[in-house]
């Protein structure tokens, strides 16, 4: 076990920034192959995220370990791909600044300060960089595809309620299990009324399970703070893109926003 309890403390959070830099690149593929194998059984997923050479997206050349270092291989090339000269996406450095900024931030919250635990984190914290990663993951794919596999948000929540049953857990597992319980019963009904009153479908079954899996983590009494949040920032990201594009009726993803606001509760930023 490395004790790095002695290091500077600038030093420790930036390692788990570079940590965060390089899942960032792991998770932007997970979020791909995850939607290209959505109906695959799980040996045949596995073999494709662990097996699989990444290849360049636009000409299916197999990419080189240098042309797979986060942000450096897109700086290298100057944003466009080394065999076929077209424009390598935003995405890409996107996300992977984005994990190695959460990574930073979920790491420096919980270092332990002392040398109880692995890397300077306690079994509590690196569940709660688990956590961070896979609300990273749900983002991309509900973004991208209006989409929460199963696969991600059904061990979220199990997570949860394991992590809630030992002396690690953030709440009681008896608060867990209402919070799974009312995270997916609340937008479930709302969902009913929303139909009724419309004749639409407001949202998919994967924002009531992955607001089941943040009721799991963080308990019934998050859920408040967590659909406050949530509601506001996707107000706020519909109003603004209504005046900026006036895309009206633009398919529109709530489970970004129930994550981004689920991690901040984790995080104790909340509005109440």
């Known amino acids: 076990m490395i004790n790095i309890t002695t290091w500077p403390i600038e030093v420790t959070i930036a390692g788990y920034g570079m940590l965060g830099l390089i899942l960032g690149s792991f998770l932007s593929m997970l979020s791909y192959r995850l939607i290209q194998h959505l109906d695959s059984d799980t040996p045949t997923l596995m073999r494709a995220l662990v097996l699989d050479r990444s290849r360049c997206a636009h000409c299916q050349t197999p990419l080189t370990a240098k042309q797979l270092i986060p942000l450096f291989s897109w700086w290298r090339y100057h944003r ?10 935003w995405r890409y450095p996107l996300i992977e600044i984005a994990t190695a900024l959460i990574t930073a931030l979920t790491a420096a919250q919980h270092l332990t300060g002392d040398a109880g635990g692995l890397l300077g984190l306690n079994g509590h914290g690196w569940a709660l960089l688990v956590f961070s990663w896979t609300l990273i993951t749900i983002t991309i794919t509900d973004m991208e595809h209006q989409l929460i596999p199963d696969r991600l948000s059904l061990p979220l929540l199990w997570l949860g309620l394991l992590l809630n049953s030992t002396d690690s857990g953030l709440v009681s597992l008896n608060e867990a299990v209402w919070g799974a319980a009312l995270g997916y019963g609340s937008l479930w009904l709302l969902f009913q009324v929303h139909r009724a009153i419309t004749g639409k479908e407001g949202m998919g079954y994967g924002d009531f399970k992955l607001t089941a899996a943040l009721g799991a983590w963080l ?9 406050i949040m949530a509601g506001l920032l996707a107000i706020g990201v519909m109003g603004s893109l209504l005046l900026w594009k006036g895309k009206e009726h633009q398919a529109f993803a709530f489970g970004p926003w129930l994550a981004i606001a689920g991690w901040l509760v984790m995080m104790g930023w909340s509005p109440i």
């Open 80 to 89: 466009a791909t080394p065999c076929c000269g077209q424009s390598i996406s």
């Open 219 to 227: 308990g019934a009494y998050a859920l408040v703070p967590i659909f």
